[in-house]
Structures are given as structure tokens and as C-alpha cells.
């Protein structure tokens, strides 16, 4: 066996399984073969042993069921990093990177020598850590409700070599924060949390639904609970001046600002900003008290 026949049978497999299925394909080969995934385009001759091509076929039937590809590799690649990812926490989404994108260009635009950044509902640590790499000054605090997650994030600090500029904690939203003695003290906070409508949760696709964390999906009957309590909590723990940087559900824009325009007293300069599909995905807000 070959690569290029080992390729043409994962195709197969996958077809009508998986929405992507040449690229899974492809994916999951140049994994099993510990090769980056241009190799087995550029090198369909190579040979794959028979251990490994049996190797191949078992993975290849876990994503036909329905399992994230990047569950099975055990990373997903994340705004240039591999972050390691299991079902304790979300696959990071290219579309989060916008939330990195935006709170590191209002960091940067407002010149803090040192930015303090807090990353609730952190799952894997991707968004929190993220700006931590794109700001070698930045210190970052991440939590989350649950423990694994919180766990997994800190094997990613441990891994991307931030450590010593990451802190971790457990708890529910702004509560493990205001507990450790963070009140007033960020420049900026981010956070990707559940907005998912409970009823629409078994309308997601399997991949979704039955592998990744109903925890970090579920954002109540409206999809909006924890979005409100988020906009509520977190001016405790900004700077006068500071930003909330939020990723929100595709049509979810105008109820964000709503629910952040409620107390006219506590934000300004609310934007909802949208992905590259044109689709709504950030909503951003600074609290008052700063010229």
C-alpha cells in the first residue's frame, strides 16, 4: 500500500460521512504516517506499512461515526498553534479568532506596557493564550466552571511555554476572579461562551451534539443566560475603561446590545463586529469612567 492508495481509500470511506471528507482524508493519513499534511500530496508513492495502514482504517471509522477530527488527533490548530483538545472542551473554531484579533488590536491601541488579561469560560486555553503569544508583555488569568477544561488549558500554557505569564482558576464566570483579587484589575476580558438556545441543541449536527461538552454549549432557553450574566459580572472585574471582547451566536448582535445598553451606566462604545462570512460573531463593550 501507498500513499496515494491509502488516500483514494480514506476518500471512500468518508464519503457522505463527512462534509469534508478529502481533507479528513487526508488529515488523518498524515497523522498516522507523523507527517505534515502537504506530504501526502507531494509524496503519493510513499509506502504505509501494513501496522499503519490498519492504524489508518480505525481512525478513519471514528470520524465516519461522527467523532471531531481533531478529537482524534488529539490538537486542533488554533491562530498558528496546536492546542490540545479532547472532550472536556470545545474544538477551537476559526471564526473565534476573531475575538483574539479584536483584543489584541484594542490592547495594542490603548499602549498598556503590561496588558492584564482575564479569559473566562477558557476551555482549552485557545483565546486567553492566544493573546498571550501575540503580546509578550500580556500576563493572562484563565477560568472556567470546569476543572477538566481548566486542566487542559494549563497543559497548553505548559506546552506554548507561557506558564510563568498564565494563571488558572475554577469557577463560574467572574466569581473564581473576584475570589483571588482581581476586582478592577483587567484591561481586557474575553469569553466564548455557551449561546447555543437549549432547543436547538439537538438540531446541531452529530459531530457537535453528541462529542462535544453540552456544558459549553448550552446558553439556556434563549441563549442568551450566560451572555447576560457575563455583561452584568464582568465590569466588577475591568479597569474604568476596560473592554469586554465576547464571542456571540450569528444573529445574536442586536440582543447583545440590548442586554448591554439595559444599564446605561455601566457601558459604551458597544459594537458587534462580524466574522469573514459577513456573519455577526464579537460583540465588544468598555466600561465608563475613562476620558
Not at 490538537?75 to 479532547?86: T, Y
Not at 471564526?95 to 490603548?110: G, N, Q, Y
Not at 474604568?240 to 455601566?266: F, K, R, S
Amino acid at each position: 500500500m501507498n500513499v496515494g492508495k491509502a488516500l483514494s481509500f480514506g476518500r471512500r470511506r468518508l464519503a457522505g460521512r463527512s462534509e469534508s471528507f478529502a481533507r479528513d482524508a487526508s488529515l488523518l493519513l498524515a497523522f498516522v504516517l507523523g507527517e505534515p499534511p502537504e506530504f501526502v500530496h507531494l509524496h503519493p508513492e510513499a509506502c504505509v506499512s501494513e501496522n499503519l495502514f490498519a492504524l489508518y482504517t480505525t481512525l478513519l471509522d471514528r470520524r465516519a461515526s461522527g467523532e471531531p477530527i481533531a478529537y482524534i488527533r488529539g490538537f486542533q490548530e488554533f491562530m498558528g498553534h496546536n492546542f490540545l483538545v479532547d472532550r472536556r472542551v470545545l474544538v477551537p473554531r476559526p471564526e473565534t479568532e476573531h475575538v483574539v484579533d479584536t483584543a489584541v488590536r484594542l490592547l495594542t491601541e490603548t499602549s498598556e506596557a503590561s496588558p492584564f488579561v482575564g479569559d473566562i469560560c477558557c476551555g482549552s486555553g485557545a483565546i486567553g493564550l492566544s493573546i498571550a503569544k501575540a503580546l509578550p508583555s500580556s500576563r493572562v488569568v484563565l477560568s472556567d466552571v470546569s476543572r477538566g477544561a481548566v486542566g487542559l488549558a494549563r497543559e497548553n500554557a505548559k506546552r506554548l511555554g507561557l506558564s510563568g505569564r498564565a494563571a488558572f482558576l475554577v469557577g463560574d464566570l467572574v466569581t473564581p476572579l473576584l475570589k483571588a483579587g482581581f476586582a478592577g484589575k483587567f484591561d481586557v476580558v474575553t469569553a466564548n461562551p455557551p449561546y447555543i438556545p437549549t432547543g436547538e441543541i439537538e438540531t446541531l449536527s452529530p459531530t457537535v451534539r453528541e462529542y462535544e461538552p453540552r456544558l459549553a454549549l448550552d446558553g439556556g432557553e434563549s441563549g442568551l443566560e450566560v451572555i447576560r450574566r457575563i455583561s452584568t459580572e464582568v465590569p466588577a472585574v475591568l479597569k474604568p475603561g476596560g473592554h469586554l471582547v465576547m464571542e456571540i451566536g450569528a444573529d445574536q448582535g442586536d440582543a447583545c446590545q440590548d442586554i448591554m445598553m439595559e444599564d446605561g451606566e455601566t457601558w459604551r462604545e458597544i459594537q458587534v463586529l462580524k466574522d469573514y462570512a459577513g456573519r455577526q460573531r464579537v460583540v465588544v463593550g468598555r466600561t465608563r469612567g475613562c476620558s
